[in-house]
């Protein structure tokens, strides 16, 4: 089974948090808000992810990498 993740906003209301990073990559207990998701997703049972990506998106990319063929990105 495979999961889309939704991960392309800018995060205008939570400017200035947002003015560097994706609304995503917001760190919640010391991980991005994104890694949380992923986790809880996989404890679900889901094994292969597609990160729909827009601003910022080589931030995303550089912290889940390219190597795993789990993530894939769109």
């Known amino acids: 089974m495979k999961a889309i993740i939704l991960a392309a906003g800018e ?3 939570m400017r200035p948090l947002t003015y560097t990073r ?3 990559m ?3 207990a010391n ?3 994104l890694e949380h ?3 809880e997703t996989k404890k679900a049972g889901i094994k292969e ?3 729909i990506i827009g ?3 080589e931030q995303v990319r550089d912290y889940f990498g390219s190597g ?3 993530i894939r990105y769109g």
């Open 68 to 70: 795993d063929k789990a």
């Open 31 to 33: 991980r991005p808000m």
């Open 55 to 57: 601003y910022h998106d």
């Open 37 to 39: 998701l992923l986790i």
């Open 22 to 24: 994706p609304k995503a």
């Open 26 to 28: 917001l760190p919640i």
């Open 11 to 13: 995060g205008n209301r």
């Open 49 to 51: 992810f597609i990160f």
